[in-house]
């Protein structure tokens, strides 16, 4: 019996393109002036700070614009810079510049899963933060409400099964009564390693019912197993 549904978030619950045609241009557009006029306030000094870390050398602030946009470039799941994307979206948000993609199907389906009594959560590999913002500036409204939860890299990445070994113990929930959604089939693999059940959702085509995971097209056509 499903207690629990994890969801990823790009290609998901919302528009690939979203992120690949708004948000990551915004971010790579705002980037180096934000570091630069925020780089002595706590949150950025600290990403600075993480990004020198992560580069195993000192970098200035300069040097460290230029690492952080290296990775954006390489698309880089490296978590200083999604926490650092996810304050640039935060402020594209607050000016109103862009509203955060969401599929109707998604939207409807997430709030019928909540009533039923399913406890929700989010794994992707922005941040905590970005999804929070993304999920709470919707067409169809702030949907933060229905979900217990959020998973980002700090608990290890999406293609390690052992991230998932994690998020079930830390939800207390038995792995086989969880149940995985994403578009990316290395994820739903190491999902099923650690013992979640899966579904694979393919937006852009039909369900092949001989595929490694269970296919569903749209959220409506999301099932699992008893």
């Not at 794994?123 to 919707?138: C, D, E, R």
Request: aromatic fraction near 10%; charged fraction near 20%.
């Amino acid at each position: 019996m499903i207690k629990a549904i994890v969801t990823d978030i790009e290609g998901t619950t919302s528009s690939l393109a979203f992120v690949k045609d708004v948000l990551f241009p915004y971010a790579r557009a705002n980037l180096a002036d934000f570091v630069r006029r925020h780089q002595n306030q706590p949150p950025v000094k600290g990403l600075l700070a993480d990004t020198s870390a992560k580069a195993g050398v000192t970098l200035d602030t300069e040097q460290a614009i230029s690492q952080l946009i290296h990775w954006l470039d390489d698309d880089k799941k490296v978590t200083p810079l999604k926490s650092l994307q996810g304050l640039l979206w935060e402020a594209g948000y607050q000016n109103g510049d862009f509203n955060g993609h969401i599929y109707e199907d998604a939207a409807t389906k997430l709030k019928v899963w909540k009533a039923q009594g399913l406890s929700l959560y989010v794994y992707s590999s922005g941040s905590v933060f970005a999804q929070k913002l993304l999920f709470a500036h919707t067409a169809y409204g702030d949907l933060t409400p229905l979900f217990s939860g959020y998973f980002d890299t700090h608990i290890g990445g999406k293609k390690e099964p052992a991230s998932y070994t994690k998020i079930a113990k830390e939800l207390g929930i038995a792995a086989g009564q969880i149940l995985f959604l994403s578009d990316i089939k290395d994820e739903l693999d190491a999902a099923k390693a650690a013992g979640l059940q899966t579904c694979w959702l393919v937006r852009d085509a039909k369900p092949d019912p001989k595929a490694a995971h269970p296919q569903a097209s749209s959220f409506d056509q999301v099932g699992w197993a008893d």
